[in-house]
Structure formats: C-alpha cells, structure tokens
C-alpha cells in the first residue's frame, strides 16, 4: 500500500473489490474458523465482565474503567427524534455491568436531555452513587448565559437532572474557541471560576477541570495559570490521525498531552474516533487494517493507539448503539497496547493514507446547530464524507463511475438532507463558524459543497 497515493486513482479505483480481495488473502470469509469474529472483525462471543483497564486518578485515587461513556450520541426512538430511553438504560447498566464506571454529559448534549436522561439511567441501573463517576460542563456557550447568576443556575439544574448533590468531574465547556476574550466572558471576568473553586471546596466538584477546542494560546494560557486554578483533570481532543499535527498545535495530540503530562495533569481524551470517521473508513483503508491484523476491528485500533498513552485515565466514547458498546468493551476488557511499531504505523503510514481523501474534518457534534436559516449543516457534510469514502464523489465526467456516483450522491443527499435544509440556503451569515470545535470554515465547505452539486445537476462537472 503506498504512503502517497493520488488522490484520483482512489476515486477510480472500486473500494469494495479491493477489501474484499484483502480480507480473502486473510483467510476472514464471513466469520473465523471457531464463529467468534465475523469479516470485519467485530468479536461475536461473550464480553468477560472482570476484565476492564482502568486508571487511578493521583489527584483523587479514583479508579477510572480507561472506556468512559460519551452521553451526547445517544438512540432515539424508531421514526421520532425523541431519546429512547428504554434502550438507553440498557446501554447504561450493560455498560455498568462490565466495567465502565465514567460517564460524560453536558446541557448541551442532545438538545439539553443528555443529562436528565443519564440520571434516569444511572438511577435504573440499580448501582450506588459511589459506583460510578459522573462528569458534565458548564456549557454556557450563549452571551444570555454569560452572568453568574445563569452560570449558577445551570449547575444547579445539572445536579437536578442528574439526580445527585454532587458531581465528580466538571469542566468548563470547550475553552478555546472565540479565543481568550471569550474565556474572559464566560467564565473570569463575570466570578464563576471563582465560584466553581469554592464549590469543589464545599466538595459539591470533586474534581474541576476543562475540555479544550480551538485557540493554543487559550490552552497555553490556562496550564501557565495552573497554580492559581489547580487544575485537576482536562479533556482534549486526540487521535492517531492529528497526533503529529504541525500545522495546528490546537489539533497536535502530541503537543497537547505532552503539556499536560509536564504539570502532572491527568488527562481524558474525547473524540478519539473524530467522531466515528476513523471507523467508518473507505474501503481501502479497510483493507489496511485486515492486511495486518484481520481479527480486530478498525475502531479497535484507534482505541488502543490512545489508551497506550500512560497518562491518560480514560477515552470518551459516543456509544449510539450496543454493537459499539460491545466492541469497546472489548478493545478495553483488558487493553493490549500497541507496541511502538504499531503506533509509528498508524501516525504515518495509515494517517498518511486516511489524510488522501478530501473529507470535510466534521465530528457531528452538532455545536453549530441549531442554524438560523434552517440548514442541516452536520447533515450536509455527514452525507459527503460517507459520499468520498465510498467513491461517490467523482472529479469529473471521465470517471469510470461518474453516472453511478452522481446517482448515489443526488438521491441519497435528498433522502438524508431535506431540501430547505440543503448547502444552497446558507446565505453566509458565519454565525456557526465560532462554535465549531474543529474550527472548519463552515461557509465556505458549504459553498463548495453547493457549488458540487449544481455540477452534478447541470452535467458540467
């Protein structure tokens, strides 16, 4: 498999025979020879219940499950865009039941239901308070959010939702983006940093910390502050793919954890699948993983390549559905960590190859929405990833598959993204660009997504 391969001739090319051919020279025909691992390596057998890695935090002596559930992906109910409830304390005590003991929410999460629902669960669930460890945020994003007084009362309903008189971990909510006169807005210069310490001195916080997206200089600034905020825990974004980012110290998983790791700051670790693209990979990249290791999954490795990090006390993951559920615990019931070749091979070698597709860097977090003409922008760019990795985005009418991908992106694009929420809509207000964690140029991916499909319309592609 080559490092550098154009980006034309993996357009050309039919993914689906090339992993196909690979997965057949692994000897995986529909399953293994005991049915234990079915041809994309998804393990089929029983999940051990005693088997979890976890982590103690120093600060605390907290033992952390290293698989942390990620409460913002949650399922909805069959043709409703309602929570599921019934499935969702499913997950939760299945989870509970086989080691995860760190759970994620926010206010924000779900259109405000995350953490009212994570409550709901975890008290279902039949397991004591002090079997579990619950993290949320003060996500007070909006300027109508700004005082104390609002900061206040959202911590307040966070306790109220989540059914407890205390929280375990909580971070202010995404520093970094809107720079550090937003910082100074949302949280020193209206007192609720100063607020929020005294409340982990009531021991109402018993661990207070921060997520991290955009801006270095704002994550420069707050580790330089560290002795005055004594900062006992922070979440960063990190993956194989952006580890070495030179680019972009914000992005570096590298630089990120490494500044941490200098101050003695555990460190937990969200998006560690860029919000699912590094499972729902092309094809060929499929064939990658199989060529090396056809037994496990492709997520799997993304999992193990951030839990082999020491210092790292646990991984966020966004579990929609029980089949990812299972498939972590898997990955993490024990860890086997990469050895130092495997790591090299997936931050070069298998990054180089993921960076060749023109994917737009969206996570479906959702934090641009709701957008106020309507758009569905994850939607929008949710359809053209998955468009590109299965070679449905043809450069030009000489595509081998130019009538077959056209069809597919027209048709899928209108079943996925109604019409009135479509890129051609968006009148370039750039209200949604601040609020993106990956900091995409929204507008602008927009319109060039747009202006694609006005070629694809009019046949001038």
């Not at 079997?131 to 945020?137: H, N, R």
């Not at 060929?284 to 090396?292: G, I, N, T």
Request: glycine share 8%; proline share 4%; aromatic share 10%.
């Amino acid at each position: 498999m080559k490092k550098n391969i154009d980006r034309r001739d993996f357009l050309k090319v039919s993914g689906a025979t090339a992993a196909t051919a690979a997965l057949a020279s692994c000897g995986i025909q529909g399953g293994s020879a005991d049915g234990d691992v079915d041809y994309m390596g998804h393990h089929e057998g029983s999940i051990p219940t005693d088997k979890m890695t976890y982590r103690t935090n120093p600060k605390q002596g907290d033992k952390i499950s290293l698989l942390g559930y990620g409460w913002m992906r949650l399922p909805n109910q069959s043709g409703s865009d309602e929570l599921d409830q019934e499935q969702i304390n499913r997950l939760c005590k299945f989870a509970l039941d086989h080691g995860v003991n760190y759970f994620d929410t926010s206010p924000a999460y779900c259109r405000g239901r995350s953490e009212a629902s994570l409550g709901t669960a975890l008290e279902a669930s039949g397991y004591k308070r002090s079997d579990y460890f619950i993290a949320t945020k003060l996500s007070n994003f909006s300027p109508s959010q700004y005082s104390l007084e609002e900061g206040q009362a959202m911590f307040e309903r966070s306790l109220q939702n989540l059914k407890t008189d205390y929280i375990d971990y909580l971070l202010l909510h995404s520093i970094g983006g809107g720079g550090m006169g937003n910082l100074h807005q949302r949280y020193l210069d209206n007192g609720l940093l100063d607020w929020l310490m005294e409340q982990r001195e009531a021991g109402r916080i018993r661990n207070l910390g921060f997520s991290f997206h955009g801006d270095v200089a704002v994550f420069d600034w707050a580790l330089a502050h560290h002795d005055q905020y004594h900062w006992d825990f922070v979440q960063i974004q990190a993956n194989y793919v952006d580890w070495n980012n030179e680019q972009d110290k914000g992005r570096s998983g590298k630089y990120l954890y490494e500044e941490l790791v200098k101050r003695n700051i555990p460190v937990v670790i969200m998006e560690p699948l860029l919000g699912g693209r590094l499972s729902k990979v092309p094809d060929h990249v499929v064939a990658h993983f199989k060529q090396r290791k056809p037994e496990d999954s492709v997520a799997s490795w993304a999992f193990r390549y951030i839990g082999s990090k020491p210092d790292v006390i646990t991984v966020l993951s966004g579990m929609t559905y029980m089949e990812h559920l299972e498939d972590n615990l898997r990955t993490y019931a024990p860890l086997e960590a990469l050895t130092e070749e495997e790591q090299d091979w997936l931050e070069n070698e298998t990054a180089t190859l993921i960076k060749s597709y023109p994917t737009i860097d969206c996570n479906d977090c959702k934090y641009c929405m709701p957008c106020p003409y309507g758009l569905d922008i994850p939607g929008i760019f949710v359809h053209y990833n998955k468009c590109v990795n299965q070679g449905n985005v043809p450069e030009s009418q000489q595509a081998e598959n130019y009538q077959k991908a056209r069809r597919a992106f027209l048709v899928g694009y209108d079943r996925s993204v109604p019409r009135l929420r479509q890129a051609n809509h968006c009148i370039q207000c750039r209200e949604c660009v601040s609020h993106c964690p990956q900091q995409i140029d929204i507008p602008r991916e927009l319109q060039r997504v747009d202006e694609f499909v006005e070629k694809l319309k009019q046949g001038t592609l």
